[in-house]
């Protein structure tokens, strides 16, 4: 007398994908919709439970011609594990070779003495009196570029142009 409930999204996805795992050929979307009609997965659901499992890698798809064929064959996810399995062994590998660098480094700042107070308080005058030093050379420079060649160049163009508007002006005066 109780209602038959229907699947969830993923038992949907498992449900379509152990089916086509099983038969493992090349599908049309029609023919997932009858193969999922038939495991109890609801035609209209088909679609979007199939470019779900496309997109989580466990479906293949292709267009060929004006069809689209979907396909899931059992090979296949062992091979995506083991190229997975490589790919995070490389990253393994490359990791712990940046980890003994890293504690080599940290053993050579280990056996470097640290500054004393003395040492790091005259460290940081000598910081502060080259960055004055730097900002004043700075400055410098800011006060030699606005006298530059390169403006030098520019105001001399520029008084060309005001010398040829000036004539032009001139010569419409005298013509009126």
């Not at 910081?127 to 004055?132: D, I, L, N, Q, S």
């Amino acid at each position: 007398m109780s209602k038959r409930k229907g699947l969830s999204f993923d038992e949907k996805k498992a449900t379509l994908l152990s089916a086509m795992q099983a038969e493992a050929v090349f599908f049309t979307l029609k023919e997932l919709e009858t193969l999922g009609k038939s495991k109890g997965v609801i035609p209209q659901a088909v679609k979007e439970v199939v470019e779900a499992l496309s997109a989580d890698g466990d479906v293949q798809t292709d267009k060929v011609g004006s069809q689209v064929l979907f396909w899931a064959l059992p090979s296949q996810k062992a091979s995506v594990l083991r190229a997975k399995k490589q790919r995070l062994a490389e990253d393994v590998a490359r990791l712990q070779k940046e980890l003994e660098g890293l504690q080599a480094e940290l053993a050579e700042h280990k056996g470097k003495a640290v500054p004393s107070q003395a040492e790091a308080a005259e460290l940081r005058a000598r910081v502060a009196v080259e960055r004055k030093r730097r900002d004043d050379l700075r400055a410098k420079v800011e006060a030699l570029e606005r006298c530059g060649p390169g403006k030098l160049g520019e105001m001399k163009k520029q008084i060309a142009i005001a010398k040829e508007a000036a004539n032009r002006w001139a010569d419409n005066i005298i013509s009126v």
